[in-house]
């Protein structure tokens, strides 16, 4: 075995080991049956504790990458070659969560008013200025290393766009990518998704979901070449993509030189240990765009949301569509950028995710009883 852990790096040494994992099961070296190496051998290996290499395997099991089988071990259950469904522990916990009723987790007035007061102190006039045409660049930073830190996105300033909400977004795409192209979105998916489309004349093919994600047929037989996809909790369906399916819609870019468009909304508030990688963080160096808003993790009046570029289209978007406005003010601009450095918003998500894990947790305790 080759896995290290590097003891000085600032990510913890069960992240480090799952990404290592995680690489070699994508790449073939552990193939859809094989066994993973015993826990004991590899806290030998990599000079960590057991507890440590359990993590990371947990991990890779609520992903769908591998199962535990009891008194066996971890099992890969990814499958490269035909994307089929992932095992049996990812399906009961898909099955467990169809019963799991989210609640509406407001953030705390009480820190929104203060962090307002604090902005109006700090800025003073400079909330009354026009924005930036991209977004302030306070924002921007902030969301950038954010990223970073819950997704393990890595981009530059430049590549992040605040726009009006997700809607607003949509049309910015649309003008950027061109009407001429066929796109492609979830049935069903979030109705306004097709109803911006429609009205910028852009022809869509709707595909048909499966429990996993949109179905492999209905993928290869589409014409798009952009495709938009919701892959956290897709909305009507609450239908989660697997590990397995992230892969092929990257896959799908690739073979035709497509375009995918992440909706990632309300992912923050996953019940797993890790957030579910994002298709751009698994194809950083381009095929997809990111989106996402704060309409659900701060309030819904909050209309802010941003997308990150590939970088192959940031002088693009620039040349065409840089002369656009940003139409959210400075002062909301600075109170999202001063919630998310002083630590608030990680906080408050961070305490929605142990409520909902609590309350997962009791519901599959109630029906492992019945």
């Not at 070659?81 to 007035?109: C, L, R, W």
């Not at 996402?292 to 941003?306: D, H």
């Amino acid at each position: 075995m080759k896995y290290y852990i590097d003891s000085n790096s600032k990510q913890s040494m069960y992240m480090q080991l799952y990404k290592q994992l995680r690489e070699d099961i994508v790449n073939s070296v552990y193939k859809y049956g094989n066994k993973l190496p015993s826990k004991r051998l590899l806290a030998s290996e990599t000079l960590t504790s057991v507890i440590t290499v359990e993590h990371a395997y947990s991990i890779l099991c609520d992903e769908g990458y591998v199962e535990s089988r009891e008194r066996s071990g971890y099992y890969v259950t990814y499958r490269k070659k035909d994307f089929m469904p992932v095992g049996e522990v990812q399906e009961s916990f898909n099955a467990a969560e169809q019963g799991y009723i989210h609640t509406d987790d407001e953030f705390p007035f009480s820190v929104f008013a203060k962090t307002m007061r604090n902005v109006i102190s700090k800025y003073s006039d400079k909330i009354l200025i026009k924005s930036p045409n991209s977004g302030c660049y306070e924002l921007r930073k902030a969301i950038r290393d954010y990223l970073m830190r819950g997704k393990g996105i890595k981009v530059d300033t430049d590549q992040i766009i605040i726009g009006a909400g997700a809607e607003y977004l949509y049309g910015l795409i649309v003008q950027l990518l061109g009407r001429e192209k066929t796109y492609a979105i979830e049935n069903p998916s979030y109705e306004k998704i097709h109803a911006v489309y429609e009205a910028n004349n852009v022809r869509c093919e709707l595909l048909k979901l499966e429990k996993d994600g949109i179905a492999t047929k209905e993928l290869l037989k589409t014409k798009a070449t952009v495709l938009h996809v919701t892959p956290f909790r897709s909305f009507p369906s609450n239908i989660t993509a697997s590990a397995s399916k992230r892969w092929e819609y990257i896959a799908w870019a690739c073979e035709r030189n497509g375009i995918i468009i992440e909706d990632d909304y309300e992912s923050e508030y996953t019940v797993l240990k890790k957030s579910e990688d994002t298709l751009f963080s698994l194809k950083p160096d381009g095929r997809v765009i990111y989106l996402n808003t704060f309409t659900k993790t701060i309030a819904p009046s909050m209309r802010v949301g941003y997308m990150v570029l590939p970088k192959d289209l940031v002088k693009v978007f620039a040349d065409k569509l840089g002369f656009y406005s940003c139409p959210v003010p400075m002062f909301e601009q600075y109170v999202i950028a001063e919630l998310i450095n002083n630590g608030d918003f990680e906080r408050h998500i961070n305490k929605v995710r142990r409520k909902r894990r609590q309350m997962l947790k009791q519901l599959v305790d109630k029906s492992n009883r019945i």
